[in-house]
């Protein structure tokens, strides 16, 4: 059987789950999806519709340590749904150079025929220069093995600056289709149509030498049933998060119960944060992924002391 796989790339925070949860409800034919969470708590996959078939992945990256957790959740799904499309979202700090290989690799030792339609990377234009100074090729993997490119956060830079973002881009990978427009204003369908219109992509890694795999670099801390939060205080907490005291937070992102017995999910990155209602929460959680993480400091902002707090710590070093 063949199936198509859609790979949704893109560094923390740049909108790859609202890229997802906007396309998935229109395509066509039978559709599974595999989440990877480089941290030990899974928080996207509650996010996504609940009747679609979704293998969660954590603790690491699929294209390193958990190569064989990623090919026996392909087949898996393969064999149990046969869906006519896959689509992966990778942690924000896995290498898409080498998730296509680790997908080229579970096509060739499996009876499975897996395609691979789109290579898709998400930029935050609004993080794009710091994330180059401070991650180097380690960032520009992504973008650089990347088919299509679609744009986020153009709200939060002017046009030039736009413009230079693109030029950076484009002298990094050429070849690939960039969606200039601001497709968070997209519905789905149009999203799907503007896709349907570019041709299945040719692989053709560009080469690359990273110095170390992502789990040498960031450093993670996840927390299950976080202490309830008052709007403010939640505005508040999340303001924090960018004080240096609680080490380089790269991504925060968690499910939380609001004084008001509502559930919320917040998402932050240094350069912006939100969070909205959910109307149905299974459980509460916190995610964060950074550099040098003030456990201690962290764990203050979100816990009481009953709380249960789950936490996996690698040495950190900024690449340069």
Avoid at 118 to 143: C, M, R
Wanted: charged residues 30%; proline residues 2%; aromatic residues 10%.
């Amino acid at each position: 059987m063949s199936i198509n796989v859609n790979i949704i790339s893109g560094f923390l925070g740049a909108g790859k789950t609202t890229f997802l949860k906007k396309v998935i409800p229109n395509i066509e034919g039978k559709i599974a999806l595999i989440e990877n969470e480089f941290g030990d708590i899974g928080i996207d996959g509650d996010l996504i519709n609940d009747k679609l078939p979704i293998r969660e992945i954590y603790a690491g990256c699929i294209c390193c340590s958990l190569v064989q957790d990623f090919k026996k959740s392909i087949e898996e799904l393969a064999l149990e749904y046969r869906p006519d499309h896959i689509f992966i979202e990778p942690s924000g700090v896995g290498s898409l150079s080498d998730i296509v290989k680790v997908c080229g690799r579970v096509s060739e030792n499996s009876q499975l025929d897996i395609r691979i339609n789109h290579l898709i990377t998400i930029v935050d234009v609004s993080a794009f220069n710091d994330y180059i100074e401070d991650f180097g090729k380690f960032y520009l993997d992504q973008i650089q093995n990347a088919h299509i490119i679609f744009l986020s956060y153009l709200d939060k830079v002017d046009e030039k600056e736009v413009e230079k973002v693109i030029f950076k881009i484009k002298s990094n990978n050429e070849k690939a289709f960039i969606l200039k427009d601001e497709w968070y204003s997209y519905d789905g369908e149009k999203i799907v149509e503007i896709l349907n219109a570019i041709e299945s992509c040719e692989i053709a890694l560009k080469d690359k030498n990273l110095s170390m795999p992502a789990g040498k670099v960031f450093s993670t801390l996840s927390v299950a049933n976080p202490r309830i939060f008052s709007e403010k205080e939640l505005d508040k907490t999340l303001e924090s998060l960018k004080d240096k005291e609680c080490g380089f937070i790269l991504r925060a992102k968690g499910i939380l119960e609001l004084d008001t017995n509502q559930f919320v999910y917040f998402d932050f990155t240094p350069h912006h944060y939100h969070w909205e209602y959910v109307e149905e929460c299974k459980e509460t959680k916190v995610a964060v992924i950074g550099s040098a993480l003030k456990k201690q400091k962290i764990l203050q902002c979100f816990t009481r002391q009953t709380s249960k707090i789950l936490s996996r710590y690698s040495k950190s070093t900024l690449l340069k």
